[in-house]
């Protein structure tokens, strides 16, 4: 029975220039213990994604249709207040480092707290901030830089701050929304070690979000490409990185350069980003892919099966 | 000890100030048209008073020596005699001091408290009625003419309905009373202090619930309230505990730098109430071509801005754990 | 520079206070320009020395007088009008004078930077600290009654520190811009610099700090009236409210206590709005634009 099963999730917003489809007819299935990585460009629709599990999307999106079912319960059917009891005890989130996640005049270790308390009743003040030292000690920060305040740190202490915040209740699943962004390659390390570790010690299940490709087959068993709102192909991470189907997950593969091969030319796209107020009938990604034919413009690509584990939203894989 | 190091920095930038100001002010008296002299001694005097007074504030002596003098009767407290009460300047502001203090302050702390809790309160409502309601209200109280609403008040409150007395700041029947107790004095002018107190509160909680609510609106766009709202924590706490206090700040920073401006706004109202402060006192001086009185007035008022300037700035560092002095 | 002002008037537009303000603004104006008219009329109907021959003390609204007289008889309409005159004269002036020093000196400190820079700020936090209308108060006691204009200057010189903050803020980052290197190394003075290449992007945020400072020296010139240090020779809505309090009118005359009260309150209101809609087209952060992704 896996943890979290989505089903048709399709999100949008409302604009002033009309409705944006921001996510369209997302379905995937994550187990215990398992991480799932969703890479795509900006806007594709990937921290919406995350937002929509968390219930934490702004006023102006609505969710459109699917199911979040985790735990066998639907999470868009739930109250506030359920969502609320979820939230963070069973479903926690780490923010970019970046980010101004942590609020600036409280102390770091009453923020971790608060998490804590917030979601056991019967706990007292004195034991959660045990806790916090233990979670300290598990990312690796000194237990005495606790009752700092958040501009004390620095960019990968505050990221690690963050990622202890984010177990201090124990989840099942962390939501990893880009953080390892905005970070110097040696921190980058650092911080996907300590992902690593929580998973595999933990068993907390992770979905990581990101843009970039490489960190993600670091970190995940199965990977999801997502372009202009849908699912472009899906699978271990093994079979998309080493066979990678659509045209979009080929041409982000081979925008990267490595150290072990020879460098080979670069797959620069172009054209500009598809309406997602009116989008065609036909594939997303026509304008943009090199094998478009005349027929992939005019009808919906459907699902198709390269195996077991790994399949391809495009007319031209087959 | 950061805060020690700040507290002793500024102190020594107020005096700095402070020591500017006097400059100025000596030299406008010196360059000012008509006779120094009769300026700061009142001619009514008898000459031999007058040679006295003279000799003390160095009114005699070359201008460079002069300087001197000013500078040191006014650390030794010697201001001079006022033409219109006869006795020693230094007494005068002495007895006015402590009014304005208590007006003054009771009537910023109050507005600042109420702007910030009115301010939060009509962000949580953004859109509503409520919200349309104090915003509008803000905004017409602040816009009003101090001096004006004050009169205003005066006439609804004090004439019409007759509740508060209509100026002054004791009741003399109370206070000459020797049986008089403390609490009964102490309601005393808390009753007249009623009109002038609201007449403030009215005009400055205004721009405070303003900026306090736009204050509240920007931060709760922040990242940090996603996060506390990922935490699963409950709404009236993420605004009271978490929003709140951060969106507090730069109303702090408003209270700052509108000081000057406040004590024009008390000085107004002294003077309309007959409330026996400082400010009051510098109008009059200045009506009754009573310079001793009006210079010290104002130097002290100065000193007092300066002073809550610095109160304020402590204030805010303490409250914000991003200044490190 | 049509095409910026034409754009921006669209989306002053929308805006509701913005409307308000406006219109609040001409009709004050409207008061102003028909300021000149009722003495023409009739001699009795002159702000100052227009007393009517049958009336002698103040009187409630009549026909020939739509907003009775003051205690000698002369007729409060016209009074409201020429205040409204004084208002707009003293208010633009002041704010403009005190644009205009404050312009100029935020450009420069900005711009020289280190010694200049911080003396002039210096100079800028010390005035800042003073209360305008009680510096007012002490000089005046110094140099006697003062005049109009004396009034005018005199809040200028004690408003344009604020201006100059923002002002030098704002040199601070264009100072880095390109199209200011290349006016260097074109051989350009400083002085030709400041005025020709930074004066023009600066400038719409002074004019924006114009709007409010008229409402702050209407205020001053009114408080200063009001308590009796006003020009005798000008009829402001603030020397309006002290005749009421001084002759003892204050609780009899509602007719003559409201109106100037309630003009001086509505035009700092109609600026006010005025200025919060030009923040609105001058920063494209603060209009309402609906969230995207």
């Known amino acids: 029975m896996a943890l979290l099963t989505v089903k048709n999730l399709s999100v949008g917003y409302h604009t002033r220039k009309g409705f944006l489809k921001s996510v369209q007819g997302v379905s995937f299935a994550l187990d215990q213990g398992k991480s799932l990585g969703f890479v795509g460009e900006s806007g594709c629709g990937k921290t919406t994604i995350g937002m929509a599990l968390m219930g934490l999307l702004p006023n102006n999106a609505s969710v459109t249709n699917g199911e979040i079912l985790f735990e066998d319960q639907d999470l868009l059917k739930m109250s506030k207040k359920e969502i609320q009891q979820i939230r963070w005890k069973k479903i926690a989130m780490i923010f970019q480092a970046a980010m101004n996640a942590l609020n600036p005049v409280h102390r770091v270790s009453d923020q971790i707290a608060e998490a804590i308390l917030a979601h056991d009743a019967d706990i007292s003040k004195k034991t959660a901030m045990k806790q916090v030292e233990s979670l300290f000690q598990l990312v690796g920060i000194p237990p005495d830089r606790m009752n700092d305040y958040p501009h004390h740190y620095s960019g990968g202490m505050k990221q690690r701050v963050i990622i202890a915040m984010a177990l201090a209740c124990h989840p099942s699943l962390i939501i990893a929304d880009e953080p390892t962004t905005a970070l110097d390659v040696i921190v980058q390390d650092q911080i996907l070690s300590a992902i690593k570790d929580f998973r595999n010690k933990l068993k907390i299940s992770v979905i990581f979000i990101s843009h970039d490709i490489a960190v993600v087959a670091d970190v995940c068993d199965t990977i999801g490409i997502m372009f202009a709102g849908q699912l472009v192909e899906y699978g271990r991470i093994e079979d998309v990185f080493y066979s990678p189907m659509h045209p979009y997950t080929q041409s982000l593969l081979s925008s990267y350069l490595t150290l072990n091969k020879d460098v080979v030319q670069l797959n620069a796209y172009l054209g500009k980003t598809p309406d997602l107020i009116n989008p065609t009938t036909g594939c997303l990604f026509c304008e943009r892919c090199t094998v478009a034919e005349a027929t992939c413009s005019l009808r919906a690509p459907e699902w198709v099966k390269i195996s077991p584990t790994h399949k391809a939203l495009c007319s031209r894989c087959k | ?325 | 520079m049509v095409d910026r002002f034409l754009e921006g008037w669209s989306v002053y537009k929308e805006s509701l206070i913005g409307k308000i303000g406006l219109t609040l603004l001409v009709i004050f104006a409207l008061m102003a320009l028909c300021s000149f008219f009722p003495p023409m009329i009739d001699p009795m109907y002159h702000p100052m020395t227009g007393v009517d021959p049958q009336i002698s003390h103040s009187t409630s609204p009549s026909w020939r007088h739509w907003l009775g007289t003051d205690f000698i008889g002369r007729d409060i309409l016209c009074q409201l009008l020429a205040g409204a005159r004084i208002a707009f004269m003293v208010g633009i002036s002041a704010a403009f004078m005190s644009i205009l020093l404050g312009t100029t000196v935020g450009m420069i400190a900005g711009y020289s930077g280190k010694i200049v820079d911080t003396l002039l700020m210096r100079l800028a936090d010390m005035i800042m600290v003073m209360p305008t209308l009680l510096v007012v108060l002490i000089l005046s006691s110094l140099f006697g009654q003062l005049n109009i204009w004396t009034i005018v200057l005199l809040i200028a010189l004690f408003r344009w520190p604020g201006v100059s903050r923002v002002i030098r803020a704002q040199t601070l980052s264009l100072k880095e811009r390109p199209f200011i290197e290349a006016a260097k190394v074109t051989g350009a003075s400083h002085f030709r610099i400041i005025f020709r290449h930074i004066m023009p992007n600066v400038l719409p945020l002074s004019l924006l700090y114009m709007t409010f400072r008229v409402t702050s020296a209407i205020i001053i010139e009114a408080a200063l009236a009001f308590l009796g240090f006003g020009d005798p020779s000008t009829v402001s809505w603030g020397m309006m409210l002290q005749w009421v309090w001084k002759t003892g009118h204050m609780f009899q005359a509602p007719y003559w206590l409201l109106p100037p009260g309630i003009c001086i309150s509505l035009l700092t209101l109609s600026f006010y709005m005025l200025g919060r809609a030009m923040e609105e087209v001058l920063d494209p952060r603060l209009r309402k634009e609906v969230a995207q992704e």
């Open chain 2, 1 to 325: 000890m950061e805060i020690q190091k700040f507290v002793l920095k500024r102190l020594i930038e107020i005096f700095v100030i402070f020591f500017v100001i006097l400059t100025v002010l000596f030299l406008l008296f010196r360059l000012a048209p008509g006779d120094p002299v009769t300026r700061m001694v009142d001619p009514t005097m008898t000459p031999e008073d007058a040679a006295y007074l003279i000799a003390q504030l160095g009114l005699d002596q070359p201008v460079w020596l002069q300087y001197i003098y000013y500078l040191k009767n006014f650390f030794t407290g010697n201001f001079g005699i006022s033409f219109h009460y006869g006795v020693a300047v230094f007494s005068i502001i002495l007895n006015r001091l402590p009014n304005t203090i208590l007006l003054f302050s009771t009537s910023i702390l109050l507005s600042a408290f109420a702007g910030i809790f009115l301010g939060k309160i009509a962000s949580w409502h953004k859109g509503e009625k409520i919200d349309t309601w104090m915003t509008l209200g803000a905004l017409i109280c602040h816009t009003l003419f101090l001096p004006w609403l004050a009169l205003i008040m005066i006439w609804i409150f004090g004439f019409h309905i007759g509740w508060f007395p209509l100026n002054g700041m004791i009741s003399p029947e109370i206070w000459l009373d020797s049986s008089s107790g403390f609490w009964l004095k102490f309601l005393d002018v808390a009753h007249h202090m009623v009109l002038p107190l609201a007449t403030l509160f009215l005009i400055h909680f205004g721009s405070y619930l303003l900026l306090m609510r736009s204050s509240m609106l920007d931060t709760l766009k922040e990242d940090y309230i996603l996060t506390a709202r990922a935490k699963g924590l409950d709404e009236k706490v993420i605004r009271n505990h978490h929003a709140a206090p951060n969106a507090a700040l730069p109303v702090v920073t408003s209270v700052g730098i509108s000081l000057a401006f406040s004590l024009s706004g008390g000085a107004l109202t002294e003077t309309v109430f007959s409330w026996p402060g400082i400010g009051r006192e510098l109008v009059f001086a200045v009506s009754n071509s009573d310079y001793p009185l009006a210079q010290a007035s104002f130097l002290l008022i100065a000193t007092v801005v300066l002073i809550s300037n610095l109160v304020v700035d402590v204030l805010y560092a303490y409250l914000d754990p991003r200044i490190k002095y």
